[in-house]
């Protein structure tokens, strides 16, 4: 490695950038902590925005880590500074994640590509229009995918129909569940100045036609002024997956994840992520596609891609909050 330290100004801004990545609920659970004697990032779990209803495996923090984790790795590449990072480093400390190195390098990593659209990715809750994404552009994102290691595999017709099942089966139970409903409404009560969860105006409007799996984050409650849409009646979903289910690859799937997002966002199209399905395990795994190549592979995710209207950003904590700085 270099023996030139990344500054502590440098860091803080690659964390930020960090930051804008996507999380269950928007909960943004993670924590880093940058050591300058020794030029050590370190990523943690904040376990104190955990969903025990409905991510008990912390599995989709883990995601929601390895996604952050990404968007360091191209911010970092981008100012010439490539990271080196190392998994789950301590066996004892489950809740460390990552530790990452900065070595000043005059070689272009090709992830610095991406860093344009780490400000300009949304989820979007709004409908797409029903028009094809381009086979060129998904055969494309499944290349982002497999770059870090994953495998996303865009669903056929009759693949969707099973995968709608399953996510109306998962909406279904939440709703009739007192627990997953106060546990998303702690995260969805967030009023003017709160700099985490989903605000009400980035619900979306209340889908009355269409097929697209958008998750009600109202769940029933009154919400003023919503209005009504009708979304897209053949969506394009992709179930982004692993080849195992051990934290490592949760991890690998969060930066698969966000890679996939970037590249859609530079190549002008809309994304939604929906994790319903897959927060029970006897629903997640009929996202498998038992015809394909990946049919033994570990479900991680689901994605909507599309063309849909540009939407604002949800809140992001100040870095201030989740970067320490030793000495």
Not at 135 to 149: H, I, Q, V, Y
Not at 168 to 183: F, I, K, M, N, V
Not at 268 to 277: F, R
Request: aromatic letters at 6%; one cysteine or more; glycine letters at 6%.
């Amino acid at each position: 490695m270099s023996a030139q330290r990344a500054s502590v100004d440098l860091v803080t801004s690659w964390v930020s950038d960090a930051t804008m990545a996507p999380s269950m609920h928007n909960a943004q659970p993670w924590r880093f902590r940058y050591m300058p004697a020794i030029g050590v990032l370190q990523l943690r779990m904040d376990k104190t925005r955990s969903m025990p209803r409905t991510d008990s495996t912390n599995r989709g923090m883990h995601l929601s880590c390895g996604a952050a984790l990404f968007n360091l790795r191209v911010a970092a590449a981008r100012g010439g500074w490539p990271a080196l990072v190392t998994l789950l480093p301590d066996p004892a400390e489950p809740a460390l994640l990552a530790s990452v190195e900065f070595a000043e390098s005059a070689e272009i990593d090709n992830v610095s590509e991406l860093y344009p659209a780490i400000g300009r990715r949304r989820s979007s809750r709004e409908p797409f229009a029903d028009e094809p994404v381009p086979g060129a552009l998904l055969d494309s994102l499944s290349g982002a995918a497999r770059s870090e290691g994953a495998i996303l595999s865009v669903l056929g017709e009759w693949q969707v129909e099973a995968v709608l099942d399953v996510v109306a089966e998962a909406q279904q139970d939440e709703s009739l569940s007192p627990e997953a409903r106060e546990e998303l409404a702690r995260w969805t009560a967030s009023g003017a100045g709160e700099a985490d969860g989903i605000p009400v105006d980035a619900f979306g409007p209340h889908r009355y036609d269409g097929r697209a799996p958008v998750r009600d984050f109202a769940l029933g409650r009154p919400v003023p002024q919503r209005r009504s849409a009708i979304f897209e009646s053949h969506p394009c979903l992709a179930v982004l997956a692993t080849a195992q289910d051990r934290p490592q690859e949760w991890l690998l799937a969060g930066q698969a994840m966000e890679r996939v997002l970037l590249q859609a966002a530079l190549d002008g199209l809309s994304t939604s992520l929906n994790s319903q399905a897959l927060e029970r395990s006897e629903l997640r795994w009929l996202l498998r596609d038992p015809r394909s190549a990946s049919a033994a592979a570990c479900p991680q995710m689901l994605l909507r891609l599309g063309y849909g209207p540009v939407v604002p950003s949800t809140p992001r904590r100040a870095v201030s909050d989740v970067l320490d700085v030793e000495g």
